[in-house]
């Protein structure tokens, strides 16, 4: 079965540091990938996603991710966090016409 | 935000009793799913929904029913509600048909049902 692993289980920052979420995938097949953003007491939020084309995806709130085939990765970055990007943030896959899987999400704390 | 609307929005019970939790849609999308977030595990697929009447189960749907009698409407049933089942549930929606086949999900704002 198809799934998805988050490298990190809580990542703390500093307002202004650069961010990298690590996310990867088992599916060898055609994919699409999706970052979801949970703010602290509401639902998830879709960031970014990608269907074919650029590698490079660019989303809201200044994040993009990379899709690296060859390495099934699909990482997360932002190049300076703020304060108010303290959320959880989750990676999702779906293969052709399947369901969503999605990874156990990852924390980001970022400090003031 | 997508129109999706759940309720309860907060929900106690006890052990034992059965509790069904609705999802309301305004986007007349066709694929509805349900999933249960709880730390640790991100989100869980526990049914969801291709059509009115078409449902099928997801990786955790032991202990849960779903009906879909109209196109805006997905029931979640919880037959007998166990200490387990304490989560956060979270509707889903999606286009997924024609060209729009792998859409994004677009979720509802959770329900917190606490078993006690």
């Known amino acids: 079965a198809q799934s998805v692993s988050q490298h990190n289980h809580h990542v703390i920052l500093s307002e202004a540091a650069s961010l990298e979420l690590g996310c990867n995938y088992s599916y060898g097949g055609t994919v699409n990938l999706f970052w979801y953003v949970q703010y602290p007491g509401q639902h998830l939020q879709l960031l970014l996603k990608y269907f074919s084309g650029d590698p490079l995806v660019k989303g809201i709130k200044g994040f993009e991710a990379e899709f690296i085939k060859s390495k099934f990765s699909f990482n997360l970055r932002k190049p300076s966090v703020q304060w108010s990007d303290t959320a959880e943030y989750f990676c999702?896959?779906?293969?052709?016409?399947?369901?969503?899987?999605f990874g156990p999400g990852t924390r980001l704390s970022v400090l003031p | 935000d997508a129109g999706i609307t759940q309720s309860p929005r907060h929900k106690v019970t006890e052990t034992g009793t059965p509790v069904t939790l609705r999802c309301h849609q305004t986007?007349?999308?066709?694929?509805m799913y349900w999933y249960r977030q709880d730390p640790g595990h991100g989100l869980r697929l526990i049914h969801y929904s291709y059509g009115v009447k078409d449902t099928d189960k997801g990786e955790v749907s032991d202990g849960y029913s779903v009906s879909r009698s109209k196109t805006e409407d997905f029931l979640l049933t919880l037959e007998s509600a166990t200490s387990s089942q304490t989560s956060v549930y979270f509707c889903a929606i999606s286009e997924s048909e024609g060209r729009l086949y792998n859409s994004p999900l677009h979720f509802g704002n959770g329900t917190r049902l606490t078993v006690t």
């Open positions: 986007e007349n999308h066709r694929y």
């Open positions: 999702a896959v779906r293969n052709y016409g399947q369901n969503f899987v």
